[in-house]
């Protein structure tokens, strides 16, 4: 069983910085091409970010490209989300998620996600 756990939400100002982490444990994290998303109340979750195996490759949302920064420690079994800049439409619940297919590219689509942390709200105050 693979379980993820976030945490470094909080409530900050619009302009301001938070950084993510997503501590996972169960299997062999290098494995997993891992995500964000964030999600408000009566929508869908949407995709943030990604990140392939070995950190090499990544892929951003355009709505978070140039602020936000995703990146991961393998020897800590962590993956991290940088957020510079935040607006007020950057508020969300965040989650992480851990594909642990095949794949080695990061996706977009939550369905090809396997696993889900529990999720940690980001506010961002005008």
């Known amino acids: 069983q693979v379980q993820l756990v976030e945490s470094g939400g909080g409530l900050v100002q619009a302009g301001g910085s938070l950084r993510l982490s997503c501590v996972v444990s169960g299997r062999t994290f290098s494995s997993f091409v891992m995500g964000w998303f964030r999600q408000t109340p009566g929508k869908e979750r949407d995709f943030v970010a990604a990140?392939?195996?070995?950190?090499?490759?990544?892929d951003y949302a355009d709505s978070v490209k140039g602020r936000f920064t995703i990146s991961r420690d393998n020897a800590k079994n962590t993956v991290f989300l940088q957020m510079n800049s935040l607006k007020p439409e950057d508020t969300a619940v965040y989650y992480c998620?851990?594909?642990?297919?095949?794949?080695?590219?990061?996706?977009?689509?939550?369905?090809?996600?396997?696993?889900w942390g529990q999720g940690t709200q980001v506010t961002v105050s005008s």
């Open positions: 998620a851990a594909d642990t297919g095949i794949r080695t590219f990061p996706a977009r689509v939550s369905s090809l996600y396997d696993y």
């Open positions: 990140i392939g195996r070995s950190g090499t490759n990544t």
